[in-house]
T-cell receptor, first 112, second 112 residues
Framework: SQQGEEDPQALSIQEGENATMNCSYK?????LQWYRQNSGRGLVHLIL?????REKHSGRLRVTLDTSKKSSSLLITASRAADTASYFC????????????FGKGNQVVVIP | NAGVTQTPKFQVLKTGQSMTLQCAQD?????MSWYRQDPGMGLRLIHY???????DQGEVPNGYNVSRSTTEDFPLRLLSAAPSQTSVYFC???????????FGPGTRLTVL
């Protein structure tokens, strides 16, 4: 089974609102990453959180990691139309097999 | 820096034809990988390389070959194209291992 599974839902929110999406995984990890993909483009790295970290911030992004529940959440505050994209989580495995496993993605639409 | 470049951007093949998708990076990254992205499936790892001369299989390697003769280049070869290989292909690289990945813009491949 695949590491890194986002909640399979599409979000549609108004500009200025917050957007939250979740990711669960199955085996122990070294780190968890979030990526953004705009339509028709490649993925862009947003943030990496290591297994010994519980929360990390980057600008309007806040990521949490709960290793006991094997889950992570990505919060985008004060959303903008430019945040419209698909968001993917990706995990490696703690025994370090040099593979990154991506979830299926979560589409967010921010309405101006 | 150009980052990660991929050619071609679009390609249409007939079943049974072969072709090579090119990927190059100018960041002196050791780790390079190929993914395919299909609707509703997220990204799936095809092959990866931890350095020049070293390659390994990912999640879906069948029908694809890779080689890594230089640090900069990591071409993906389709030996005998099949309609099931219709997909968007992304190349990615990182300085080392599976930390922050830098993605190319993708190649959209259609096999008729």
């Amino acid at each position: 089974s695949q590491q890194g599974e986002e909640d399979p839902q599409a979000l549609s929110i108004q500009e200025g609102e917050n957007a939250t999406m979740n990711c669960s995984y199955k085996t122990s990890i070294n780190n968890l990453q979030w990526y953004r993909q705009n339509s028709g483009r490649g993925l862009v790295h947003l943030i990496l959180i290591r297994s010994n970290e519980r929360e990390k911030h980057s600008g309007r992004l806040r990521v949490t990691l709960d290793t006991s529940k094997k889950s992570s959440s990505l919060l985008i505050t004060a959303s903008r139309a430019a945040d419209t994209a698909s968001y993917f989580c990706a995990t490696d495995k703690s025994y370090g097999n040099n593979r990154l496993a991506f979830g299926k993605g979560n589409q967010v639409v921010v309405i101006p | 820096n150009a980052g990660v470049t991929q050619t071609p951007k679009f390609q249409v093949l007939k079943t049974g034809q072969s072709m090579t998708l090119q990927c190059a990076q100018d960041m002196n990254h050791e780790y390079m990988s190929w993914y395919r992205q299909d609707p509703g499936m997220g990204l799936r790892l095809i092959h990866y390389s931890v350095g020049a001369g070293i390659t390994d299989q990912g999640e879906v390697p069948n029908g694809y070959n890779v080689s890594r003769s230089t640090t900069e280049d990591f071409p993906l070869r389709l030996l005998s194209a099949a309609p099931s290989q219709t997909s968007v292909y992304f190349c990615a690289s990182s300085y080392q291992g599976v930390d922050e990945q830098f993605f190319g813009p993708g190649t959209r491949l259609t096999v008729l």
